[in-house]
């Protein structure tokens, strides 16, 4: 199937006479018939649902859905885009470990990265994606355990070089970690440049329209725990599952289970139905939004780049823009609606700016139906200091549009009269 196809038909499988709709299964737990079959259930001998927090029929068919669409062997939906970040990387590590970032992440990632980890016994070393691969290099250690990136990151819109970050962390026997979130697998898959596992914000474009809060983990498959590295956590025996290893036990799909039936056993972070109904309506536009989205934005750049009142625009998918052949590599059917702009005037230029703007409404999100905007260094980004901000790509200037999938004509004009 393509993957417009797949966003429609994958995951519910009705059968005679079942609804055509996937259906929300609103229930905590499940029936059985006797004692021993429900001691098998939890020695994970069969793959009934048997208690919502670790699974549940409804979710299990959008969790299918994508993992398809990425192309892996199975994916893990949870109640935020943070807790797919957390649980992601904290399958992997324990205290004592060190592992990479980019730092051009989205800020609450970068807050996880900085502050958290850290009082966790884990050890962060953010690097500059664009540096030369024996800079980074450099940043590996004898207990670096993963690498993690963005595929646009939010809000610098940076392109990561996908095949270059595997590269560093293969080369080193460790897996890549991709969050996905704005390109969404209609854009960009990353499994098919290298990386080992993506994560989502489901918040955003798979959604879509801003109605539930909500992330996912993919497993590609493709990591071998069992090679260079030790990843004890994965491949030896796990106590608080009596004895079972998951590389044994599972083989491929190995991490993908430990997430589930240790971190979301012991955490609790679990997506509602409910959520996982909604996020499966947004999955069945999702080809057709993105398409929109990006031709807008596109559109909507070439417009502020041509603008007196605009400084600068960041937008990969301009030919001046510094990630443009990046974005011709990664991203060439659309570079997703996300825009970032430096108005004239400073911090209150675009503090003003904002507050003209009529159709694109003053949201603490991006990336649903609405045009909208926000100002990076007194919202979302409050909590860094200048220094940080510098790092994350972040001035006091920008403002982040999201682009929305309206008439362009409309949204063009709202700009238009905000910046006069
Ligand atoms: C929003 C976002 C997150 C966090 O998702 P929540 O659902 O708000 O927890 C993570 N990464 C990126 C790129 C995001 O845009």
Redesign the pocket.
């Known amino acids: 199937m393509k993957l417009g196809t797949k966003c429609i038909q994958t995951g519910w499988q009705p059968k005679n006479g079942d609804p055509r709709v996937l259906p929300i299964y609103q229930s905590t737990t499940f029936k059985f018939d006797t004692v021993d079959y429900v001691g098998e259930l939890f020695d994970l001998k069969h793959s009934d649902h048997f208690y919502t927090r670790l699974s549940n029929p409804t979710l299990e068919c959008v969790e299918n859905k994508i993992s398809a669409l990425e192309g892996g062997v199975g994916a893990l939906l949870t109640s935020?885009?943070?807790s797919a970040?957390f649980i992601a990387v904290m399958n992997i590590l324990e205290a004592g470990d060190h592992m990479i970032s980019t730092s051009c992440i989205?800020g609450?990632?970068y807050n996880l990265f900085s502050v958290t980890l850290p009082k966790m016994g884990v050890e962060v070393t953010f690097i500059d994606q664009d540096a030369p691969e024996e800079e980074i290099a450099a940043a590996f250690k004898p207990n670096t355990k993963l690498v993690f990136g963005?595929t646009i990151a939010?809000p610098a819109l940076s392109v990561l070089d996908i095949e270059k970050m595997a590269r560093l962390a293969h080369s080193h026997d460790c897996p890549l970690i991709i969050?996905n979130?704005?390109p969404t697998p209609i854009l960009c898959r990353p499994f098919e440049w290298g990386a080992d596992i993506v994560v989502h914000?489901t918040?955003?474009y798979m959604d879509g329209h801003a109605l539930a809060?909500?992330?996912v983990i993919v497993d590609s498959g493709n990591f071998d725990w069992n090679s260079g590295r030790k990843f004890a956590n994965i491949t030896d025996k796990d106590p608080s599952y009596h004895g079972l290893s998951y590389t044994e036990a599972f083989g491929k799909a190995a991490y993908i289970v430990k997430a589930r039936a240790q971190l979301m056993r012991d955490l609790g972070c679990q997506a509602a139905p409910m959520n996982g109904f909604l996020l499966n309506v947004g999955l069945e536009t999702l080809h057709l939004r993105m398409k929109q989205h990006s031709s807008n934005a596109l559109q909507l750049a070439e417009f502020f780049e041509a603008h007196p009142k605009v400084e600068w625009v960041n937008y990969p998918g301009l030919k001046n823009d510094k990630y443009y052949a990046l974005s011709q590599k990664y991203l060439p059917d659309g570079q997703s609606g996300v825009i970032s702009i430096g108005v004239k005037g400073g911090r209150e230029g675009a503090v003003r700016f904002m507050e003209k703007v009529k159709l694109a409404a003053l949201v603490v999100h991006?990336?649903d139906a609405r045009t909208s905007v926000l100002h990076p260094a007194s919202e979302t980004h409050r909590q860094l200091s200048d220094k940080q901000l510098t790092e994350c790509g972040i001035s006091p200037e920008m403002v982040r549009v999201s682009v929305g999938i309206e008439d362009i004509e409309d949204i063009i004009a709202d700009f238009e009269q905000a910046l006069d």
């Open positions: 935020a885009g943070m970040t989205y609450g990632t963005e939010n969050d979130t704005f914000a918040t955003k809060i909500g992330g991006v990336a």
